[in-house]
């Protein structure tokens, strides 16, 4: 038996969503540590943040004005204004001295706390300030209503509730949320270490230059680039040839140091295809071995020790797929993500794909864009599991479902990659 089924004898291949259930089962989310708030911004979540206290913790004002007994402006107009003795100053971060009682106001600014008796805030340009025998007096000109520029004490956030809940990257709204409430050491899940081990004998690396039958090593930068966008920590092995003796050479020292090994190349069934036989030797048990995609197809999942070894296709735009679909989700999901896998959308197709009907699921790299409030897909020109000029821009794959083609105008399944923009560079939208 050839060595690629040898530890997999039985195995069908995969839907897509049967291996990702694979993946996410068999991990758990690495340990927490606690970090100051200030270096967690895209870092995941830990903990749950129940609010100890209201937010905002007191009745305060939204405006510069004067807080007032709304009853006693009852009738007041630019003509005939309203009278109020001016009682006390409250500028923000101060605590009233004084009650608001009939005829009264108290001087407040944005922020301020309300004093007791007043029930509304009637801003600067809604008044006139002066003297009523030497009294300081404001003359209301616009009647307020009860709650009129107040934020209750808790509207914002109620002591008790749960305001955030772990597993979510930390963004501008969480650092805020964290910082109300006084957490100023964030708990966060620990960045996974990826070990990223590119392998073939055909491989240079980026400063090397080019020979007869050499292409440089493209894989290990962009998988790189993937796993730091999912909040992951690359360690890049130099690239080895087709030999086990040399790749357990390069990671076996390291593997106390890695959470996560991702390997490019080798994976399908060429005489040189070693990735078998690296997992074996390193004590990795074969989860699964291929999966209905393409491109991606030949692709192998072990884990040791709680660690996942992701044997991705070493042709360039099957490793991207490959990342897409299998390996970020695991690595999320080892960094703490509550939803580790890939968002989905739906979308326009806009162009014509010429790929045949094929069995498995197909991911075409494709381009995502917003016109007009509804989502648009176009599908790059080529489409080869080696191509690498066609991942430029591609920020969504679209899902063809095996056995199936999709025309032009169709909503289409998509896979998003990265952002995408509001305004496309071409306009082609169909209806
Ligand atoms: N007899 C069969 N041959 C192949 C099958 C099959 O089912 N039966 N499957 C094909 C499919 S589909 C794929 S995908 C590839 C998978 O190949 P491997 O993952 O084993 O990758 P390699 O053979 O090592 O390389 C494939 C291709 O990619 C280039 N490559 C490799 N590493 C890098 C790198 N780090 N940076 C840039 N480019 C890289 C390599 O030179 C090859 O051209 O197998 C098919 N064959
Ligand atoms: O499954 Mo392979 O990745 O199509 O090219």
């Given at each position: 038996m050839h060595r690629a089924f040898a530890d997999a004898p039985n195995r069908a291949p995969l839907s897509v969503e049967d291996a990702q259930a694979v993946i996410l089962e068999s991990l758990a989310p690495l340990p927490v540590e606690r970090i100051p708030l200030v270096d967690s911004d895209g870092r995941v979540l830990a903990q749950a943040v129940v609010a100890d206290g209201d937010v905002p913790p007191f009745d305060r004002s939204m405006m510069d004005g004067y807080a007032v007994r709304a009853a006693d402006t009852a009738g007041a107009s630019w003509e005939r204004p309203v009278p109020l003795a001016v009682i006390e100053e409250v500028p923000a971060g101060c605590s009233p001295t004084r009650r608001v009682g009939p005829g009264e106001a108290i001087r407040v600014m944005t922020g301020s706390m309300i004093p007791e008796g007043a029930d509304a805030v009637v801003k600067f340009e809604n008044t006139a300030e002066g003297y009523n025998r030497n009294v300081a007096t404001v003359h209301v000109r616009v009647p307020a209503r009860p709650g009129d520029n107040i934020a209750k004490k808790g509207e914002d956030m109620a002591k008790g509730s749960v305001v955030l809940r772990p597993g979510v990257p930390i963004g501008a709204a969480e650092a805020a949320v964290l910082a109300t409430f006084g957490v100023a050491e964030v708990a966060v899940y620990r960045r996974p270490v990826v070990g990223i081990l590119a392998t073939g004998s055909e491989l240079v690396d980026v400063h090397e230059p080019l020979s007869p039958g050499k292409i440089r090593n493209s894989n290990s930068y962009m998988v790189a680039s993937l796993i730091r966008a999912a909040g992951g920590v690359p360690k890049l092995f130099s690239a080895v040839g087709d030999s086990v003796e040399a790749m357990l050479a390069a990671v076996e020292p390291h593997l106390d140091e890695l959470d996560a090994l991702v390997t490019t190349g080798g994976v399908s069934v060429g005489d040189y295809d070693l990735i078998p036989d690296l997992y074996e030797r390193l004590g990795a048990t074969t989860r699964f071995w291929k999966v209905l995609a393409r491109p991606g197809q030949p692709v192998r999942y072990a884990v040791r020790d709680g660690k996942p070894f992701f044997g991705i296709s070493g042709n360039p735009a099957s490793a991207f797929v490959n990342c897409q679909l299998f390996v970020l989700p695991g690595v999320r999901r080892l960094g703490g993500w509550a939803h580790p896998l890939p968002r989905t959308v739906r979308a326009r197709l806009v162009n014509a794909c010429s790929a045949p009907p094929i069995k498995p699921d197909r991911f075409l790299r494709a381009r995502l864009y917003e016109a007009e409030g509804e989502l648009f897909v176009e599908v790059a020109k080529g489409q080869s599991s080696?191509?690498?000029?066609?991942?430029?821009?591609?920020n969504a794959l679209v899902r063809v479902k095996g056995g199936t083609a999709v025309e032009p105008g169709q909503v289409v399944d998509v896979v998003v990659c990265g952002e995408w923009p509001s305004i496309p560079p071409k306009k082609k939208a169909l209806r």
């Open positions: 080696g191509m690498i000029g066609s991942l430029v821009g591609a």
